[in-house]
């Protein structure tokens, strides 16, 4: 019975011993709350599109993702934190970027995307083309953008009419309140480029602004029935081709041409000055001398129009009319 007894202890011994094992024996696996370091980390991200160009009013759609260690793209989109620089030009909608109809040709901003240390900057510049801006029967779909261009192929709706007119603060010589008129903002430039003219001892007149759809129709045919076809449509724009409409176009004079549109204001002082000057608070001479065969209508040294100052000044350097300035760049 004893030997029985000690043979079992022995071999219970033998087991026991035998099961046993240090832990640098047993694979990892193996170990509970054994856990391995990840290593899969964030390296980079990226933006798409990057250094995007765009236009007025568009709504461009933003794509944010991770690259991983590993390889791995992880999209971030809804966590990533999208800032403008300049909210003139546009607003960020989620991860939606809405271009402003404000934001003009030539015009640029930058927004910023931060994911927690990592951030990019993402240039956006605005390219407002001919052709995307116009309908199948020729009528132009950005009326109210500072940067719109109408002329004898490019036709404004005959009810547009804008909704930000006041009334000029500047010396007139018309008695007429609707032709007194433009945009608040081409109304504030035209105020300062008075004062301009005023500081170098020279005397603007304001004599024609805005003119509604009727107006126009009116004075074309006016001058139809006075002229003729052909001169009218050399000097006369026809209704819905007028720059007038728009209120950012405005008809300057002077004394010294007797308060009248005369070729001859563009070798005064008073014109020459316009000429060096108006790009400066936001206007171009809209008709220059020896474009005729592009813009359609013969030279016009009083004709100015409002294009903010960054665009006018690009126009102005270029020595190119709008038509062309926008098919070259």
Sequence with gaps: MKTKIFTLIVVITAILFTGCHSNEDIPNEDIPNKITPDANEITQINVYPSDYTAFSGETVDLKVEAVMSNGEIKSITEDAVISNTNDNFATVNNSS??????ALTGDSFNITVKYENFLEKIKIDIKNSLERNIN??????????????MNKERNLPSDYIPEDLVTLSVPTCLKNPEVNQLRIEASEALSKLFEGAKKDELKLIARSGYRSYNTQTSLYNGIVNKYGQDYADKYSAKPGQSEHQTGLAIDITADSVSLQLEDTFGDTEEGKWVKENAHK???????????ESITGYEYEPWHLRY??????TKVYESGLTLEEYFKNN
């Design 136 to 149: 199948a029967e020729g009528v132009i779909t950005n009326s109210s953008s500072y940067d719109a261009v």
């Design 307 to 312: 294009l903010g100052e960054t665009l006018a």
């Design 97 to 102: 970027l809405v271009i402003s109809n404000k």
């Design 281 to 291: 608070y936001g206007f171009i001479i809209r008709y220059p001398e020896g474009k």
